[in-house]
């Protein structure tokens, strides 16, 4: 497999369900983001990762938690989420360099609905 | 915070031409990018503008305007394949990207 991939793609859980999200890169990249799409709103950076340390958190709530275990992969694990928690999440990876991070390449996204 | 503006949606003919418009306060600016998502699929990258002017490649070509802060995203000639969102994205001093909540483009036969 090429690109970003991400899985699963649809995903339907209830509040009180544990579930992960997963996300594998095969660009060589160092660097892996998780971000939030909902309907009509610009894409929310979640997390950022680079060499496998987490570089940003943008005041995500606890109920998201991300794991990178490795350059190439990248989790998000979810427990008691809430219904306007559903949305489209995207995985994106770059190279970051000196001189700041390259173009961000994106997976094609898991659908989650929360019930 | 940034802001970062583009219109909602637009609808043009097979074959025209179509401006998408983006303009953006930041802190800061280490570039411009232009996305195509289709529904239900991965943004994928069309463009990226970090000095002033025109970026062309094929039909679709991208402007900067920094002291302005303003892009555009020109798509000609257009297919029915067009028909997607196009996402604006900046990123600032600290290389942190931010998007436009996307235009949709619809194109009619």
New interface residues.
Partial sequence: ETG?TQTPRHLVMGMTNKKSLKCEQHLGHNAMYWYKQSA????E?MFVYSLEERV?NNSVPSRFSPECPNSSHLFLHLHTLQPEDSALY?CASSQETGT??E???????T?LLVL | GQN?DQP?EMTATEGAIVQINCTYQTSGF?GL?W?QQHA??????LS?NVLDGLEEKGRFSSFLSRSKGYSYLLLKELQMKDSASY?C?V?DRD????????TTVTVRA
């Fill in positions: 970003v009509k709103k610009p894409l950076l940003e995207l700041g991070a173009t961000q390449y994106f997976g094609p996204g659908r | 970062i909602t280490n990018f996305y239900g699929e991965a943004p994928t990258f990226y996402l994205a990123r290389y942190k990207l931010s998007f436009g909540a996307g």
